[in-house]
């Protein structure tokens, strides 16, 4: 709960991943890169469904990530940055639609190893949603996503599978 409302926190992502074209672009992503489920974008988040016919609505990215990380194919950064090339075509900076928006800051941000970053030109939101799997399935050191090339530039750290905010860098 975040105390203003009632309600749960607000989601660290939803400014850099809102819109049904970025939503149902993740939603591609991730029903490629995990095996045997199906995302869609719904307007509260996602909608993810597995082999079985359970399906769970996510409404955040970390929401959706949870639930569809330990079925993750890619094997390693390279294996995931490989996969995640094939979807970010036609994307571009008209895709950061808040880009004076920086996550919140890391309490204690620890150092941390550069494992992706945001190339010019966009597909930020689809390296947000990679960057969430692959820190979540195999890697649990500090280690982070650089986003130097935004209007507002960041460092997405993240540390024992959980992203933790932005750092100094």
């Known amino acids: 709960m975040c105390g ?4 749960p926190p607000a989601d660290w992502a939803g400014p850099l991943v809102s819109g049904h074209r970025r939503r ?19 307007p509260q988040g996602w909608l993810a469904s597995g082999s079985t016919g359970g399906a769970r609505v996510a409404p955040t990215l970390d ?12 094997s390693g950064w390279d294996e ?35 494992v ?9 939101h689809l390296r947000l949603a990679a960057f969430g799997l692959g820190v979540r399935v195999f890697d649990r050191r500090a280690v982070a996503l650089d986003a130097p090339d935004r209007a507002a530039p960041f460092r997405l750290l993240a540390a024992e599978g959980r992203i933790v905010g932005a750092g100094p860098g």
């Open 4 to 7: 203003a409302c009632g309600g």
């Open 24 to 42: 149902a672009a993740i939603a591609r992503f991730v029903g490629a890169v995990c095996k045997g489920v199906t995302v869609r974008p719904v």
């Open 63 to 74: 929401r959706l990530l949870d639930g569809v990380a330990r079925l993750l194919v890619p």
């Open 80 to 114: 995931l940055e490989a996969s995640l090339r094939d979807h970010e075509h036609g994307t571009g900076h008209e895709d950061d639609v808040h880009p004076g928006y920086r996550p919140p800051s890391a309490a204690h941000p620890p150092p941390a190893v550069s």
């Open 116 to 124: 992706m970053r945001v190339p010019p030109g966009g597909a930020l």
